[in-house]
């Protein structure tokens, strides 16, 4: 039987494929009913429900002549929206359906008092998150304002200073792979709305390790990279950030940009195809451009140092690039003590998700905590295993800190990197 698993599914997705063929008959819409992308489906997993499954959003959401036109349209509407935009049922779809696009259009088309919220926390306050993260400490659980208790958690995780200790040594730098794939191209690193706000040592120690490289490093002033816009179903706000942002590498000499969030290097990889560039030329060299961090340290090597966990845990982003980047560069330095589960679970955060239906949110994390358990078993062997988890995309970091049992840590990868 014939797969339709994308070009750019991961290695995770494709293990977790199930043979799906096209039915006999297609029907008028592009969505066919088949029920592919039901499997991936975290919130269909987590839940259980069918109405909040791809295949019924598709059906709710879509032209399709199935189509609830019957049925209340805000109601629809709001059933919908419901989505974590992981993407996972999109690479599976065999007529190419993307849920995550026809959700956005349905938000945009819908808008409420969240969007608003969101779009004033990701275009106007990004440069006061440090601050709202120290004040999060402050807000007792009991007197989170309704809704958001769980964006709050995940905030105070993210406060400056309450990061991971590093105790990984970076022994060697591939610098010669590194100049003779770049030579002397500049380099920009695309620090995201995390590491240029609260969490300020990922972009440190991103930027310790391209000098590591021999990486001839330049400065672009970027901003949000949209795709949480986009996602919330505000587009405009999207498309004056991309815009933004294209403008900031064409002045900056069209540079490498170095990413360390999957979920940003996805939003980049996906500015191709939205009529952003002056021509063919330049949006190739655009999608050339956009690079994981750690596909660029392919070949590093590192000594784990004293106070290392003997059990790290690793959660990979929905975002995670086609090459699955970190996590090989990840494993290639911790070796045997890091260790992820068979199928990779989302972190349940979904940007303005966490918002919409945080009681969602909080189940899909808390799947995603029993998988990692799975494969690490802390809560078998408390005193013996601690949970440790790291990642490679900020929206994981913040959720999973929202979800963490008692006493685990989470963080990026960059944050167990020594730098001195
Ligand atoms: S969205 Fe795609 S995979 Fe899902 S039911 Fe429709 S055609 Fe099948
Ligand atoms: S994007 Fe993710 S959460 Fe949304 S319908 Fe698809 S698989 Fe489910």
Redesign the pocket.
Known sequence: MKT?VKPDATPADKANDKA?AKPERAIAH?????????ELCPLFAATGREELS??A???LAGPSKFSAATLDENAVAELASLCLACGK??K??????S?PKLVAALRAKHPDFRQWLWQQWITRLAPFWSLAARGAVLVPDMLAPAGLGLALKGLRGLRPGNGLRPWLTVTKFPAEAFRQQYGDRPVVLFDGCVGSGPRKVWAHTARFLLRGLGANLAEAAFSCCGSTLGVAGLPEDQDRARRANVDAWRKAGRPLLATSCATCRKGLADYVGAGLFADADEEKTWAEAVAPLSALLTGAQAKVGRGAPTIVGWHRSCHVDPQDSDFKLVSSLLGTRLRAPAKANCCGFGGIMQLSAPELSTKVGAACWEALDGALGFSAAPEVVGAFVLTGCSGCVMQLAATAPEQAQVGHWLEIVKTD
Do not use: F
Request: net charge neutral.
């Open positions: 339709h799906c592009d969505c066919v009913l088949c029920g592919c992308c039901m791809p295949r959003k598709a059906l049922c999109e599976l779809c065999p007529q190419g359906v849920v």
